[in-house]
């Protein structure tokens, strides 16, 4: 499962907009940086974030509609917290490990 999100991430990293140059270090992101870093590479995060907050033995399943909540938790509380770090964020709204 690891494997095969790797290379829809990698995909999508290929394909997205560089908005960051080589590495993009998601412990040093704030909420608002996040936000602000457009549509594109908000939906790489969030989904690279959904497949880290996931249970290592769950099947290898999207279910569409828990992303979609959980990405609405996530910008809503980034929204709220502007300062707030992104893996903060995503601790108290995705179900942090």
Do not use: H, Q
Not at 35 to 47: F, M, P
Not at 58 to 69: G, H, M, S, T
Request: one cysteine or more; aromatic letters at 8%; a negative charge.
């Amino acid at each position: 499962m690891r494997l095969t999100m790797g290379l829809i991430i990698g995909t999508m990293i290929a394909t997205a907009p560089a908005a960051y140059a080589d590495k993009l270090d998601l412990s040093t992101i704030k909420c608002e940086d996040f936000l602000k870093s457009g549509k594109d590479n908000i939906a790489v995060i969030i989904t690279w974030l959904d497949g880290y907050y996931k249970d290592e033995n769950a099947p290898p399943v999207i279910d569409f509609d828990k992303f979609n909540k959980s990405s609405a938790k996530l910008g809503k509380y980034c929204g709220e917290n502007p300062d707030s770090g992104l893996i903060t964020a995503a601790d108290k709204t995705l179900g942090g490990k």
